[in-house]
């Protein structure tokens, strides 16, 4: 009988560590652990040193204690929060107007009552004193509001002896701003509603903020205001700042290619490039090339060279750093650049000529990367095809002959890279994305799901590659590397992905996450029975949410879900600016080493990542409230759709139209329910009737309510026989 393989020690990831030796000394709390042992006991294959230096950062966050003859323990209770410390984090509001400020690198948050948050609101930086109180949770006070997360707000004009005054509210805290303008507001009266933005923070209660009015919000339609205030929340300023704009301004409309910039680039002027894009898209950020030679192929990923036109340290530059991202929203876009560079300028627009970035490749005749070269370049896109016409193409429909052979045999390799990088691991995420076909009002008519054909999957290979080998050529060219901005993607959480594997058992699916190539193959498994049967999407969202959420680090890690063991971002200058700073430190190590400082690109990333991330809330957010507003329609009519999920009080259903999800109380239903441990189904008691995860359901709408972007509904029994 064979003897059955061993299975191999895994590598650990920074944070997959961190977590790791965390959980470890938890569950022994009275032991003591030397780094060898915790490497024995983990069956990992960290050195000693890598553990060791891990243990003492978590020494320094107060989590672990390092004891005599480099042993450490778990540090417990009054152990742990012994002496107030000092920390900066973020503020995080509750319903009960307290906080927990979340720290960096702290495994736990640190509570704040309302009284002791002198002055901060939702998402500010701040420094924070805290120590423990009872068992973990460290308790502390904030005594200094670092930075500002939100300075415009939405509020009512009031007026307090002849002095203007804006209330506004804000994540259920009320600030009152004294108006330094009102007299440039002819039209202004008491109970108006107004935007204002703060100019002068006060940390005094006795002495008001001071902000001045930027717009009336009377001239706004309701989804204007309801926009505004999404991005708003989420700390997006609705324009641009005037010493940004008078840059841009500064800029020619139309680009003169110029001959001594154009002796410093490639030129692929004359060979045949196109872009392919969303058909409501403005900002071209990449086209694609590709051209037969004797022995293969050469194919160019360009993209728009945005720091052509946005130096460092200059206005555009700093407001581009500060935003960190375009926010695209259900009708709008608000474009991290202003319109004349996003719009104009930066976008590879066909027929143009535009300053690029480009990745070239040579390729063999079974299309394996020969060798890669970076530069600065010049194009010429001769078509912008939308999905839907280069799907088209790929799908047989009569095109001019040059571009339909370019797109099939783009189509045709990407296809193949594609194989490959399933082949080594990456992960298969295809979550519904939720599109509304709107009327000339911007009222929803329909809604859809985006399809990802070819075409789609076409681009999405290609940025992925250039992305892969940017990120490559800059680790391997020197030892050590270059700093850089990685996008990073952490290890799973166990726990969560224990959780998919019940809720999988339950709905009859069965899942293996034990590693990482039993984890790939359990998505690839979901992903075709979600093909064969839409139940199963349920599982989707959960898998995801048990993903570490993927951010920008000059630690490169490696990407857990593509699989890649180095990646960034290079492909969207136009929207993200961490594509703006990969272009600055690419460019200037083509031809030397050329050293960024890390801390502070550690800084930058850090901020990308939160903005990044805030942005996502605004989409997010965006989407409910169209999807409220379509829904509105059918208050009062039973539709179908699908139980996604239990709480306490009742059931979530998405409706199958819309993907719209509303929530139908416990306390509506013709009998009580029992909700069973699991959450994943609630028990009849009278008729023991089963709703499970899953299962289709018919609702009534009760209210589709805009304002507080929620809708009610009532289960409507199915009728027997």
Same mark, same amino acid.
């Given at each position: ?62 989590? !672990?204690?390092?004891?005599? @003859? ?12 012994? %002496? ?10 509750? +319903?009960?107007?307290? #906080? ?31 120590? @423990? ?21 939405? @509020? ?22 004294? !108006? $330094?303008? #009102? ?104 086209? $694609? ?6 022995? @293969? ?39 991290? $650049? ?32 020969? %060798? ?13 095809f939308t999905y839907s016409e280069a799907q088209q193409v790929l799908e047989g429909a009569e095109a001019d002959t040059h571009f339909a052979e370019a797109l099939l045999l783009l189509n045709k390799i990407a296809k193949k890279y594609r194989k490959a990088r399933f082949r080594d691991g990456s992960l298969n995420f295809e979550t519904d994305e939720v599109r509304f076909k709107l009327d000339d009002d911007g009222n929803p008519v329909s809604v859809y799901v985006k399809d990802r054909k070819d075409a789609h999957l076409l681009v999405e ?39 998919? %594997? ?32 839409? +139940? ?11 993903? #570490? ?47 960024? %400082?890390?801390?502070? $690109? ?120």
């Amino acid at each position: 009988m064979a003897k059955k393989k061993k299975p191999k020690n895994i590598y650990l990831s920074r944070g997959a560590l961190k977590s790791a030796l965390i959980r470890t000394l938890r569950s022994k709390p009275k032991a003591q652990f030397h780094a060898k042992q915790l490497i024995k006991k983990l069956k990992i294959q960290n050195s000693a040193p890598q553990v060791t230096e891990m243990l003492r950062q978590l020494d320094k966050q107060g989590i !672990v204690r390092e004891l005599d @003859g480099n042993k450490f323990i778990f540090a417990q209770g009054k152990q742990k929060y012994a %002496k107030p410390s000092v920390a900066q984090g973020y503020v995080d509001m509750i +319903r009960s107007g307290a #906080a927990f400020i979340l720290v960096d690198g702290m495994e736990m948050d640190i509570y704040v009552n309302r009284r002791k948050l002198s002055g901060a609101l939702h998402g500010d930086l701040v420094e924070v004193e805290y120590k @423990g109180k009872s068992g973990y949770r460290p308790e502390g006070k904030v005594i200094k509001i670092i930075d500002r997360a939100v300075e415009s707000f939405q @509020g009512t004009l009031r007026y307090l002896k002849e002095q203007p005054y804006v209330t506004a509210e804000h994540k259920g805290q009320i600030i009152d701003i004294r !108006v $330094l303008n #009102a007299q440039r507001w002819k039209s202004l009266a008491a109970g108006d509603p107004v935007i204002v933005k703060i100019l002068h923070w006060s940390d005094d209660a006795n002495i008001d903020h001071e902000g001045e009015i930027q717009s009336l919000m009377t001239d706004m339609s309701a989804d204007d205001i309801q926009m505004s205030s999404i991005l708003m929340t989420e700390g997006f300023e609705l324009q641009h700042t005037k010493a940004s704009l008078a840059q841009a301004d500064q800029i020619p409309d139309v680009l003169i290619v110029d001959d001594a910039e154009a002796a410093k680039r490639m030129d692929f002027r004359e060979v045949l490039t196109f872009t392919i894009d969303p058909a409501d898209a403005k900002d071209f950020d990449d086209a $694609l090339s590709i051209e037969v030679k004797e022995d @293969g192929y050469r194919l160019g990923v360009h993209i728009a060279d945005v720091t052509h036109y946005v130096p460092a340290g200059t206005a555009l530059d700093e407001e581009a750093l500060d935003r960190s991202t375009s926010v695209y929203l259900v009708d709008r876009v608000l474009p991290m $650049l202003p319109e004349k560079l996003s719009n104009n300028l930066c976008s590879l627009r066909p027929n143009e000529d535009r300053y690029s970035f480009s990745a070239w490749f040579e390729l063999d005749q079974a299309y394996n990367i020969i %060798k890669r070269d970076f530069g600065k370049s010049i194009i010429h896109s001769d078509r912008r095809f939308t999905y839907s016409e280069a799907q088209q193409v790929l799908e047989g429909a009569e095109a001019d002959t040059h571009f339909a052979e370019a797109l099939l045999l783009l189509n045709k390799i990407a296809k193949k890279y594609r194989k490959a990088r399933f082949r080594d691991g990456s992960l298969n995420f295809e979550t519904d994305e939720v599109r509304f076909k709107l009327d000339d009002d911007g009222n929803p008519v329909s809604v859809y799901v985006k399809d990802r054909k070819d075409a789609h999957l076409l681009v999405e290979e290609f940025m992925l590659l250039a992305n892969r080998e940017v990120a490559r050529y800059i680790r391997k060219k020197s030892t050590p590397p270059v700093p850089f901005v990685y996008r990073v993607h952490d290890l799973p959480d166990e726990d969560k992905l224990q959780d998919v %594997k019940l809720f999988g058992l339950e709905m009859g699916l069965s899942l293996n996450f034990d590693n990482p190539k039993q984890i790939a193959k359990s998505f690839a498994k979901l992903r075709k029975a979600v093909m064969e049967d839409p +139940r199963f999407k349920i599982l989707e969202p959960m898998g995801i949410r048990a993903m #570490a959420k993927a951010e920008y680090s000059p630690d490169n890690i490696g990407h857990y879900g593509l699989a890649f063991d180095d990646y960034t971002h290079f492909t969207s200058p136009i929207r993200r600016y961490s594509d703006v700073l990969v272009h600055r430190i690419l460019q200037a190590n083509l031809t030397e080493d050329k050293r960024w %400082k890390k801390a502070k $690109l550690e800084v930058q990333c850090k901020h990308i990542s939160r903005q990044e991330r805030k942005a996502q809330k605004a989409e997010r957010e965006s989407i409910k409230y169209f999807q409220v507003k379509y829904m509105s329609q059918y208050e009062g009519q039973v539709l179908t759709g699908m139980i996604n999920g239990f709480i306490d009080m009742g059931f979530f259903v998405e409706m199958t139209e819309s993907k719209a999800e509303g929530l139908v109380l416990f306390d509506s239903m013709p009998e009580a329910y029992t909700l069973e441990e699991s959450r994943l189904k609630a028990v009849g008691k009278r008729s023991g009737t089963i709703l499970k995860v899953g299962d289709k359901v018919d609702v009534l709408v009760k209210e589709a309510d805009l304002a507080s972007r929620k809708i009610n509904l009532e289960y409507v029994p199915q009728e027997e026989g």
